[in-house]
C-alpha cells in the first residue's frame, strides 16, 4: 500500500504557459499532501501544504498566485504553475500523509519540469 | 542552528561493511523520525520511521533514536552497492503545522565494490 502517482513525469513548455501537474494516491485517502521541489544536488525544499477541502498553505518565500493548488478529492491534488519561465525549471515532488498517527510521507515519483 | 542537520559527505563503506549515518534535530518536542532514500533523479523512498527511544529493525537497516542527546541514526548492515544514494532524515516536530516534518540536507553514501 502507499502508492502515490504523479502525471506528468516529464514536461517541457514554452515560457508564459501554464503547467498543471496532478499528484493522487493510489490506494488511500490523503486529507494532507505536500509539494516540494528540488533543484539539482540541491535538498527538498517544502513549497505548500495542501489539504482537502481548504487553501494551501504556502511557505515563506512561495508565491501562491504564480504556484496554484487546488486539493479537491481525498485522492488528488495539483499544482498548476503559471506562466512559467526557465527559473520554474526543477523537479516538483508530492507527497500524501496515509498514517496521521505517525505522519508519515510517501512520496510520488516527481515531475521534471523544463521551460525553454 | 539547522533544524535538521546531517553530514553531507560523501561516505564511502566497502561492500558488505555496516554504513552507520547520523541526523541531529534543534527542537526538543520532536514526535516523529523519519529515513527516506534517494536516488539521482528519482524521488525520496521511505526507508523506516520511528519515534520511541532505542532501536527498530527492519532488515538489514536498524534506526536508533535518543531523545536525551536529539539524535537519531540509521544503519545499514551488509552494505550493498545499490545502497549508494543520498538519505535523508526528517523530523516532525511538535510545533510544526498538522503533518508537516522537516528534512536535513541529506548525507551522499557511497558503497565501494
Known amino acids: 500500500g502507499a502508492v502515490v502517482s504523479q502525471h506528468p513525469s516529464r514536461v517541457i513548455c514554452k515560457s508564459g504557459t501554464s503547467v498543471k501537474i496532478e499528484c493522487r494516491s493510489l490506494d488511500f485517502q490523503a486529507t494532507t499532501m505536500f509539494w516540494y521541489r528540488q533543484f539539482p544536488k540541491q535538498s527538498l525544499m517544502l513549497m505548500a501544504t495542501s489539504n482537502e477541502g481548504s487553501k494551501a498553505t504556502y511557505e515563506q518565500g512561495v508565491e501562491k498566485d504564480k504556484f496554484l493548488i487546488n486539493h479537491a478529492s481525498l485522492t488528488l491534488s495539483t499544482l498548476t504553475v503559471t506562466s512559467a519561465h526557465p527559473e520554474d525549471s526543477s523537479f516538483y515532488i508530492c507527497?500524501?500523509?496515509?498514517?496521521?498517527?505517525?505522519?508519515?510521507?510517501?512520496f510520488g515519483p516527481g515531475t521534471r519540469l523544463t521551460v525553454l | 542552528q539547522k533544524e535538521v542537520e546531517q553530514n553531507s559527505g560523501p561516505l564511502s563503506v566497502p561492500e558488505g561493511a555496516i554504513a552507520s549515518l547520523n541526523c541531529t534535530y534543534s527542537d526538543r518536542g520532536s514526535q516523529s523520525f523519519f529515513w527516506y532514500r534517494q536516488y539521482s533523479g528519482k524521488s525520496p523512498e521511505l526507508i523506516m520511521f520511528i519515534y520511541s527511544n532505542g532501536d527498530k529493525e527492519d532488515g538489514r537497516f536498524t534506526a536508533q533514536l535518543n531523545k536525551a542527546s536529539q539524535y537519531v541514526s540509521l544503519l545499514i548492515r551488509d552494505s550493498q552497492p545499490s545502497d549508494s544514494a543520498t538519505y535523508l532524515c526528517?523530523?516532525?516536530?511538535?510545533?510544526?503545522?498538522?503533518?508537516?516534518?522537516?528534512f536535513g540536507s541529506g548525507t551522499r553514501l557511497s558503497i565501494r565494490p
Open positions: 526528517a523530523v516532525r516536530a511538535l510545533r510544526s503545522s498538522a503533518s508537516k516534518i522537516i
Open positions: 507527497s500524501a500523509v496515509r498514517d496521521r498517527g505517525t505522519d508519515t510521507q510517501y
